[in-house]
């Protein structure tokens, strides 16, 4: 690990990261050496990582790393180098798709484009020229009473393609229990929960409906147990629902 005092980016390469003492111990070590000096950029190179991270090590680097650095007000952009190891990778994006954090950082397959990325002026993607959409290809599988879906991009655009799958998958997930869940709220509940998505404080909401404050946090509480959420980022996915 190193810091480029002159492009005021700070630079992360995972070697021989193949069991989680070591990524957990590399963690700890960026974590001291960022908040000393507080970068603008990151680039995280993870090109010759083959360590496929567990859930409860992704959950646990979100919690040490990325939501502190969030809660303080952080800005920064952050880009990753992605490994030849496809499960390996999507170990690594799948601590993004939730949207936990708030900031989003980028996927990139080569060294060049992640610099060129993290020293544009705009969170934006690259997009030199206007690019074609991806050549879609749907086949069914009679035999197999299955479907098969196939899209051709260019090799630079499939960290992102991979990512927006990841939602996806994720989202398609959520929407199966997370509507279960919804569904076992009373309805003064559903009305708490739809003037806490839209952004109003407790006090505003304890007025509306003539309760205490007191009364408001608890149901705040309930809902996140209810809800099976760990933080209010959590519970914003429920407004597909209202």
Known sequence: MYYDEDRDIFMGKWDNCNVAEK???????????????????????????????????????????????CRHGIDYKVAHILS???????????????????????????????????????NGPISETETLPPLLKVESLLNENKGRITLDVDSAEVPEYLLDILKVIKNRRFFSTGIRNYMQLTAREKVILTLILQGKPNKNIADILSISCETVKTHRRNLLRKLQCKNMNELMRFQIFL
Do not use: C
């Open 84 to 122: 030849p190891d496809i499960y390996a990778s999507i170990s690594v994006m799948n601590m993004y798709v939730d949207g936990k954090t708030t900031f989003r950082p980028h996927f990139f397959s080569h060294e060049n484009t992640a610099l060129d990325w993290v020293n544009l002026t705009t």
């Open 23 to 69: 990524l957990i111990a590399g963690i700890k070590e960026y974590k001291g050496i960022f908040e000393k000096i507080v970068p603008e950029k990151v680039i995280w190179d993870l090109s010759s990582m083959s360590y496929i991270i567990p859930t409860e090590l992704q959950n646990w680097i979100l919690d040490f790393l990325d939501i502190p650095a």
